[in-house]
């Protein structure tokens, strides 16, 4: 079974265009993530979700709206894409009050906007 | 100053070899500590995680932290050519909900 799950794998779409990526975790974990990775390797955090209440933004463009129904999704709803956009983004989870706990990631999400 | 600086490298050793990576943070409230594999193309990996000074074991890596000095590192004993691959140096600090990335540093290992 796959701890966390992010769909699609690819994503190629037009400049202007609406995008969403889905990411499902089956750990029981209370804390989500978004990461983008550019393509110099550099993550960087967006999102942090904790037990479905937004904790962190880190300084993401509005365009960027995640959305998390109940603690084992977080969705990221991109508008108005734009090139600079194009990346790896990855979803994540963890138990954050539980010492040592280490981050599982989905499998990326490649966004190319063209 | 970047929260956690990592040299990119790369970082080529002949198999057989140590190899050494290294990662500095700035927040001296980190209390924890990991190193992730990243293949190319794919998701990042934990490959061990310390939590206090001192060295921790795990087969052929050894993860060293050094608190006092803001330091940590990696070694890889006994390289394999399937240990190339960029390696990432992540933290954490109590009540910041995120873990923070260095930009990672690429191994490759000569056979």
């Known amino acids: 079974d796959t701890a966390v799950s992010q769909t699609p794998k690819y994503l190629v779409t037009q400049m202007g265009n609406d995008k969403s990526i889905k990411c499902e975790q089956n750990?029981?974990?209370?804390?989500m993530y978004w990461y983008k990775q550019d393509s110099k390797k550099f993550l960087k955090i967006m999102f942090s979700y904790n037990n479905k209440e937004l904790i962190i933004n880190e300084t993401v463009p509005n365009r960027f709206s995640p959305k998390s129904p109940d603690k084992a999704h977080l969705n990221l709803h991109i508008n108005s894409l734009e090139l600079g956009d194009s990346a790896v983004y990855f979803c994540?989870?963890?138990?954050?009050?539980?010492?040592?706990?280490?981050?599982?990631f989905g499998s990326g999400t490649q966004l190319s906007v063209l | 100053q970047k929260e956690v600086e990592q040299n990119s490298g790369p970082l080529s050793v002949p198999e057989g070899a140590i190899a050494s990576l290294n990662c500095t943070y700035s927040?001296?409230?980190?209390?924890?500590f990991f190193w992730y594999r990243q293949y190319s193309g794919k998701s990042p990996e934990l490959i061990m995680f310390i939590y206090s000074n001192g060295d921790k074991e795990d087969g052929r890596f050894t993860a060293q932290l050094n608190k006092a000095s803001q330091y940590v590192s990696l070694l890889i004993r006994d390289s394999q050519p399937s240990d190339s691959a960029t390696y990432l140096c992540?933290?954490?600090?109590?009540?910041?909900?995120?873990?923070?990335f260095g930009t990672g540093t690429r191994l490759k290992v000569l056979a």
């Open positions: 750990l029981g974990h209370d804390t």
């Open positions: 927040d001296r409230g980190s209390q924890s």
């Open positions: 994540a989870s963890s138990q954050w009050h539980r010492e040592n706990e280490k981050l599982f």
């Open positions: 992540a933290v954490n600090s109590p009540g910041t909900y995120k873990y923070i």
